[in-house]
């Protein structure tokens, strides 16, 4: 005898990814047949659905009725078309599905028993993928020309990126047997821990020392203005100094991490004498090898 959806939804919220591909395969033709509707046909509907799919995941646990399993679904995938339907640097996701406040992206994501599982399915994406993954479905970093910005690439790269992250995901969550894996939150309380250590080094001036521990020798360095250097490093130091000698100081707010990548949102706070010294926010990009940093460029994101 086949599972109820509110079975299959209970399981899903216990951790069970199997019952979550379950309930989402049972309802795909529906969710499909929304998408049509709004959107008509093409490609721009199946992307609406698997968007509607990764939304699920992070949203499970947030349904109250399990036994509204069909409608919940229906209700997501159509504000996921809704969304494409507004200005192409819309974030194709319901209104609120990504919030810059209490919880914040990461906490959202530990407290969801299927995490594990997607950070283990983004691994098997190529790092550029993964990277525009990471940044649309889990920081606050995510319309098209942000994440374009970002990544330094055009926005129609984005979109393709983004495309081959939602088909292999959405492929992977209807197709996956329920199996443990590694435990990605306790990479990004790692993670969190290093940017939290960093900054505080920073503050008593020991940035230089802890850039020397965890960067590369080689490490490619670019800044907000897309600046270079050939010693990233001293070039980092050199910044980071003369930012605290003026009075500003970064607060961490958010800390996203995925095998290879780490993405740091922080608080730039100005001087009481100069409130307008700093943008309001920067964005650490750090890409690794080996254990260590290889590539780190900031961002300050667009003020919404």
């Not at 599905?97 to 594990?116: F, G, H, I, K, V």
């Not at 020309?145 to 081959?164: K, M, N, Y």
């Not at 939602?166 to 969550?173: E, H, P, T, V």
Request: aromatic fraction near 4%; glycine fraction near 8%.
């Amino acid at each position: 005898m086949s599972l109820s959806d509110a079975e299959l939804v209970r399981a899903a919220v216990a951790g069970d990814v199997t019952g979550l591909g379950l309930l989402l395969s049972r309802h795909r033709a529906g969710m499909h047949a929304v998408a049509l509707g709004v959107l008509g046909h093409g490609p721009d509907a199946e992307d609406a659905v698997q968007d509607a799919m990764l939304v699920a995941v992070r949203k499970i646990d947030e349904l109250r009725d399990p036994d509204a399993a069909g409608p919940w679904l229906r209700a997501i995938t159509r504000n996921a078309c809704r969304a494409r339907l507004r200005t192409a640097s819309a974030v194709p996701l319901p209104d609120g599905e990504l919030p810059s406040r209490d919880p914040t992206p990461e906490e959202l994501l530990e407290r969801r028993a299927l995490r594990d599982w997607v950070w283990r399915a983004m691994a098997d994406l190529s790092e550029p993928v993964r990277l525009a993954a990471l940044l649309r479905y889990f920081s606050d970093v995510s319309s098209y020309d942000q994440i374009a910005a970002l990544c330094e690439v055009p926005v129609g790269t984005v979109r393709s990126r983004l495309s081959q992250a939602r088909a292999k995901l959405a492929a992977a969550l209807v197709d996956t047997a329920d199996a443990a894996h590694d435990d990605a939150a306790a990479l990004t309380r790692a993670r969190r821990r290093e940017a939290e250590e960093m900054l505080a080094a920073a503050r008593r001036g020991a940035f230089a020392d802890v850039v020397r521990d965890h960067w590369r020798p080689d490490v490619e360095f670019v800044g907000p203005g897309g600046e270079r250097a050939d010693d990233g490093r001293a070039f980092a130091v050199r910044g980071m100094e003369a930012d605290l000698a003026a009075g500003v100081r970064q607060r961490l707010v958010e800390v996203v991490a995925g095998p290879g990548l780490s993405i740091w949102r922080a608080d730039l706070i100005s001087p009481p004498g100069d409130p307008g010294h700093c943008p309001p926010s920067l964005v650490w990009l750090h890409h690794f090898r080996e254990g260590r940093v290889r590539r780190l460029r900031l961002f300050h994101p667009r003020v919404t």
